[in-house]
């Protein structure tokens, strides 16, 4: 094990991080709701297709949604208990959703699907890729891209490097930090089962150097770990964009419109590869996840693991709810995530944090016009021109925008935090991608 000091990345910015309100609380395992929600689309790409009708008696850990094609994941039923409905509800991406809600039996009992495989070390690389996709396996970082997939480079791209992403840029959230604190064997495991599948060598986990103790714990324990080497990164958001951690790690440039495997990299989150040691190990399935849920608005911040479907409330209970009105509710971090228009949304795969903020504290403001102070150029990490893209949706000029490299656009925020005009940017960008992403699809 080798603990070395990351090459930092192009642009970025510096957020009031308030990872103090829950970076020393222990992540607090919660006990089974009576009720959850599992929304048939916890993930990029296809919904999954309901296997359960109302009144069927599932156990936890039993396959109760199909994947929809290969990007697409299964869902898995988080307690046992009987289907009680198979319908809409509000989901934290803001609509309402096809999902199956489940009541507990109160027994908890697994399925018997589920085995524990004492030998997971001698499992071919095939078999570990197919057990990653049957157990319904996403980026837990918040981009709940299917993991299988990555696993599945064309077989003219040689992977050789696997970067574990531990950066945690993203304010607030300590959910990461926590979990690499407290299972750093699972990290390390779950690291080594995604190299095997690929073949790879050279494992690098990149972690940000305000988890000081994260980054100790981690080195110690990887010691007996060989090819496993742990990066301090240096304290800059957006560390954790992919391009941006496979730059700060590797020196590598993923070109515009690539991916990390053209140049030989993949990236897994770290609760990722810790749910991959469950689900290789012991054969568990994508069914719980650690959130945190902080912000001035709570009254006990904390870090929580929690059944997939537990309602929001449930968790808003466990950090002994609100000091005062809330204004604003954020499922993820402030930079990336979605602002939520109700406060019952289930937990879902993807979900890292919940944020509350008083409605003291939330503040609107009227954009004005570019003033071309270029700030949001000299902090785009990506090196685009976040205010002509601004410009060119604002005039429906999306093919300009797509010129000038609007799809490399990974919406971090660092653009519309600097800009003084308070230019929606961000969204402006997401309008006109809308419309090039529209258009693709109707050309394909
Ligand atoms: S243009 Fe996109 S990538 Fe660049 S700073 Fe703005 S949101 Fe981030
Ligand atoms: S930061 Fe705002 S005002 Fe300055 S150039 Fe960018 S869009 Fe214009």
Known sequence: MQLIKGKGFRGGVHPPDGKELSRAKAVVTLPVPE????????????????????????KKGQKIGEAKGFVSVPVHASISGKVTAVANFPHPAGKSL???QIESDGLDEWAETV?????????SPDKIKSIIQD???VGMGGAAFPTHVKLSPPANKKIDTLIINGAECEPYLTADHRLMLEEPTKVLEGA?????????KDIFIGIEDNKPDAIKVLADAARSYEGVKIVSLKVMYPQGGEKQLINAVTGKEVPSGGLPMDVGIIVQNVATVAAIYDAVRFGIPLIERIVTVTGSGVKEPGNFRVRIGTSSLKLIEAAHGFKTEIGKVISGGPMMGM????????????????????????????????????????VCPMGLLPNMLGIYAELERFEDAEKIGLMDCMECGSCSYVCPSRRPLVHLIRYAKTDVISKRKKAA
């Open 98 to 100: 096809p999902a199956i």
């Open 35 to 58: 009720k959850v929600i599992i929304p048939l689309s916890q993930h990029i790409g296809s919904p999954a297709e309901s296997l359960v009708k109302v009144g069927d008696i599932v």
């Open 135 to 137: 157990a319904g396996m």
């Open 339 to 378: 602002t939520q228009y109700t406060l019952d949304v289930p937990v879902v795969k993807g979900m890292s944090g919940l944020l509350f903020f008083p409605q003291s504290e939330v503040k609107s403001y009227t954009p004005e016009a570019c003033i071309r102070c270029g700030r949001c150029v000299a």
């Open 115 to 123: 085995k524990e495989n004492p030998n997971y070390k001698n499992l």
């Open 192 to 200: 080594v089962i995604v190299a095997k599948a690929l073949s790879i």
